[in-house]
């Protein structure tokens, strides 16, 4: 598993990978576009070929986009619902002219309308995405959530029907979160809770659709659906369901692990958090043994 951190954009797309290095990240994950307006200015060639030399000689690989927190492609408003599909298609299309593999998107939430009413809402919009990008190496992954509010995402029930209903669904893949599952209800904390909840989601998503981890401790505690993210090991998560992540022989070995908890300007917080999960890793000689 490669690890590093969200991080800003202010100042250029290159400016991201700048905070990256200066932190000690191996991967990235970045917003696209400012992730709070629907305004969006174009990506000048110049600023495509920066971001590129950077990222080649930073060896900082893969970067992950994260979608517009406005996106709802489960907004029962036709004219929302829409436009979040022309808004995604737009982010999946930034995301190929820069070279991401992904973009982490949050299926949606139901306002009201019902799960069931929710998920195939989602499920045409990203057909109706997917057929708008045709030819596109770029892959939208369906992030777990809290379940906040009317938020969908919040079972891995969801996230794998998403996979199986979706038209072109082959071209979806999955991020978990670690604050948000728990949050959500399932338990990580114990070697045997980990194991069940991730036997769960290998039954019910597959662990090789599994592409980036977010690593976040939780404010909120088991089951709370509070989507509020903490240091690693100050929360409610602690230290030790972060071990299990980090050492899980059956995870994909080319998952990115991305923070997105907490900092200040100067940074310090993902270089701290970075150093805790590098400390967890338990060297291969001695997995053997025990
Ligand atoms: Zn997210
Ligand atoms: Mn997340
Ligand atoms: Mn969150």
């Known amino acids: 598993m490669r690890l590093g951190a969200h991080e800003s954009i202010a100042g250029g797309f290159h400016r991201a990978i700048d905070r990256a290095k200066a932190v000690g990240c191996e991967v990235l994950q970045l917003f696209v576009k400012s992730s709070r307006s629907w305004h969006l200015k174009p990506i000048s060639q110049d600023e495509v070929k920066l971001f590129k030399e950077k990222s080649l000689e930073t060896a900082i690989y893969p970067v992950s986009g994260h979608a517009s927190y406005l996106i709802n492609l489960a907004a029962p408003q036709k004219e929302l619902w829409r436009r979040s599909i022309n808004a995604l298609i737009v982010e999946l299309e930034r995301c190929e002219i820069l070279g991401l593999p992904y973009l982490v998107l949050h299926p949606g939430s139901h306002l009201g309308a019902g799960e069931r009413e929710g998920l195939k809402r989602v499920a045409k919009a990203l057909g109706e995405v997917h057929r708008g990008t045709s030819g596109l190496t770029a892959k939208i992954l369906l992030e777990s959530t809290a379940g906040q509010g009317t938020a ?16 072109q669904g082959d071209r979806l893949g999955v991020c978990i979160d670690t604050c948000h599952i728990f949050a959500s209800g399932y338990d990580i904390r114990t070697p045997e809770a980990y194991e069940a909840t991730m036997a769960e989601f290998d039954r019910l998503v597959g662990f090789s659709h599994l592409r980036v981890i977010h690593f976040n401790d939780s404010k909120g505690g088991l089951g709370s659906h509070l989507d509020r993210h903490e240091h690693i090991g100050k929360g409610e998560l602690g230290i030790e369901a972060f071990r299990h992540f980090i050492n899980d022989s059956m995870l994909p070995e080319d998952i990115s692990g991305i923070l997105e908890t907490p900092k200040g300007d100067d940074l310090h917080e993902d270089r701290e958090n970075l150093s805790i999960l590098r400390s967890l890793v338990i060297p291969e000689e001695r997995k053997e043994v025990s």
């Open 152 to 167: 969908l995402g919040h079972r891995f029930e969801h996230l794998g029907w998403l996979m199986e209903n979706t038209p």
